[in-house]
């Protein structure tokens, strides 16, 4: 095997909305990527050089589904008077990464051969508790209900709410009860941020 030049150094991603706190380790709090801010993560990667044929492909492994993005690759040039190309990522990663770690790291195909940068964990903090506090059944006096009156159980709308998002609501009790098994987050249901 014949190698020709010197190996690609490709350093860590950077995460925008990130706080670093080693070279390695990137911190987010997801308030940062929800509204009124952009609903979007924003990574920038930097190597030199950097050459127009370049197939940069950005990797966020983080959980099944939603928590494993799939971006587009990127050619290797960078963004007018800059040394980095962006990757816009939807925030919803986020959500359903809150309270673990992601593996953050991109490829660089040039000439057949593909290389892959350092890995940056990228931290993803846990939402307050009272984002979270969100379920009421409003005709409750003093938290109380009786089994011989109907009620309304009210969940308001979170965070990382999107349309065609599976809900469930459970009662659970000496006999547990299922109130909304699976059941998606409708239009009206999203425009009006609340589950009744």
Known sequence: VLK???ALNLPVARVLEGTVITPTLTRLNPE????????????RVSYSPMLSR?????????GPGLGTPDIASKPGIAEPGEDYISFTVSNRFVGASLGT?????????????ITTSDVLTLEVQSLPAQELDLVSIPEAASGVVETSKTYTVRVDGWPFMQQGQHVWIDVL???????????????????ARRIQ
């Open 4 to 6: 020709i030049g010197s």
């Open 32 to 43: 940062h990527v929800l509204p009124p801010r952009p609903a979007v993560v924003t990574f």
């Open 101 to 113: 770690n992601c593996q953050v790291f991109y490829e660089v195909e040039r000439d057949g051969a």
């Open 54 to 62: 370049d197939n940069v492909k950005l990797r966020v492994i983080g």
């Open 173 to 191: 009790s000496s006999s547990d009860r299922t109130l909304r098994a699976g059941v998606v987050v409708s239009a009206a249901e999203f425009s």
